[in-house]
């Protein structure tokens, strides 16, 4: 069975940062891409970053993460990770990721296997 899996979130000061983990089973991580998005309350989700899957290993973010989050695999550890530094107040939300073939635009509906999220509040 496919499963990706979040966890890492939490409650942390403004400024703060946290790392969050995808943890990936039941297929060959290094065959896709793997993105990270979240959905505030009363808002729709949104693309934060996505890594390309090892033959290029490009990354992508939303600029309103860029040079704050860094995103890293580990592919034999099938796990995805998400650096956040410099968390902000309107970072707070619940994350997810989720695979797809290529790691090009954020709205693709192919991304699928979406984890169940992890909740990270930022509170200022």
């Known amino acids: 069975e496919v499963k990706l899996v979040e966890s890492g979130g939490g409650l942390v000061q403004a400024g703060g940062s946290l790392r969050l983990t995808c943890a990936a089973s039941g297929f060959t991580l290094d065959d896709y891409a793997i993105g990270w998005f979240r959905q505030a309350p009363g808002k729709e989700r949104e693309g934060v970053s996505c890594?390309?899957?090892?033959?290029?290993?490009?990354?992508k973010y939303a600029s309103s993460v860029k040079g704050r989050f860094t995103i890293s695999r580990d592919n034999a550890k099938n796990t995805v990770y998400l650096q956040m530094n410099s968390l902000k107040p309107e970072d707070t939300a619940i994350y997810y990721c989720?695979?797809?073939?290529?790691?090009?635009?954020?709205?693709?509906?192919?991304?699928?296997?979406w984890g169940p999220g992890t909740q990270v509040t930022v509170s200022s």
């Open positions: 989720a695979r797809d073939i290529w790691c090009s635009r954020f709205d693709r509906p192919t991304w699928e296997n």
């Open positions: 890594i390309s899957s090892r033959s290029d290993d490009g990354a």
